[in-house]
């Protein structure tokens, strides 16, 4: 059963009125896209999705709450030209959850997890063609080496990468338990004590095969244009790539220029865009209840200003 993480700080810093425009970028299995609709009995939710699987589920429970909603079979990249499409300009408060959810995990058909064996995949929406099986078997080592390194932060990229290359001239690599057995010849034994030796180059994968950080910094910052004055953006991270990402788009319209600071009034022209709002964590309590949340992160800023 999924659990949504850090769901209350986000519908409470979210400030629901029930007559507004929200947006849900990560529908996943409608955990937060609930709370929003029950909360608003004459406004509107846009929920936003690219697994087919995920947009089934969560139609039956929205579905019960009321019809104040629409999901868009869509990734949060195209937010703004969808939202276009429907003569939405503006909204009230927008929020993304970027972490995998829980079904997506378990499911071994869907190759995310590094402790069930399935078919080498990754895949968010599964129409896409490029999966998780086409990159470890066909990728360069420098290819390899570069996502490891720079979606995984992983230590020993250059030897597993290495191996994966020495691996596959023999059979293509096929599973991801048969992909987990190549990264532990990969690394030192003490590595493996330290945690799962998989975990680091399998989030690097999976964020190679749906772009995903490709693709967020143009997200946040479409998501900011569109909110109106005094709307709010929360947005979740679960590694500190994504959560650089978000803290760098917050600070850039969150900041007032070098000249001006200090002055007792700024000129209206070098206001921020945004104000940050807060930093928020699990609490001990919700970590007893979900292990998954331990890494999330959930920053919120409030637009109060128009973005140039």
């Known amino acids: 059963m999924h659990k949504s993480v850090l769901l209350k700080e986000t519908i409470d810093n979210l400030e629901i009125k029930d007559d507004l425009i929200y947006v849900d970028a990560t529908l996943g299995y409608a955990g937060h896209s609930r709370e929003v609709l029950k909360r608003i009995k004459k406004g509107f939710l846009f929920a936003f999705d690219q697994d087919s699987e995920a947009i089934q589920y969560s139609e039956k429970i929205l579905s019960n709450i009321s ?3 629409e999901i868009v079979h869509s990734n949060f990249v195209n937010i703004k030209k969808e939202l276009t499409d429907r003569g939405i300009a503006k909204i009230d408060g927008i929020m993304f959850d970027l972490g995998i959810s829980s079904p997506q995990l378990d499911n071994e058909e869907r190759g995310f997890s590094y402790h069930q064996d399935a078919r080498l995949d990754m895949r968010m929406n599964r129409e896409d063609k490029l999966s998780a099986y086409e990159i470890v078997n066909n990728y360069s080592v420098e290819e390899l080496l570069d996502i490891f390194f720079k979606y995984g932060e992983e230590k020993y990229a250059r030897s597993i990468a290495k191996k994966i290359i020495e691996y596959r001239t023999q059979k293509p690599i096929e599973t991801t338990l048969e992909l987990v057995e190549v990264i532990k010849s990969g690394v030192p034994d003490k590595y493996k004590r330290a945690g799962h030796p998989a975990r680091k180059v ?21 998501a900011i244009d569109l909110l109106n004055e005094g709307g709010r953006i929360c947005v979740i991270t679960f590694h500190s790539l994504e959560d650089k990402i978000c803290k760098s788009v ?33 609490s001990d309590e919700e970590l007893n209840i979900n292990n998954r949340a ?3 992160t959930l920053r919120v800023a409030e637009k109060i200003r128009r973005k140039d």
């Open 202 to 222: 399998f989030q690097a994968i999976r964020i190679e095969v749906n772009h995903e950080l490709d693709i967020l910094e143009k997200s946040l910052e479409d």
């Open 294 to 296: 331990r890494s999330a």
């Open 67 to 69: 019809n104040q909603y």
């Open 250 to 282: 917050f600070k850039k319209y969150s900041d007032v220029p070098e000249i001006v600071k200090g002055l007792p009034n700024i000129p209206d022209e070098y206001k921020p865009t945004l104000k940050l709002i807060g930093r928020y964590v699990p």
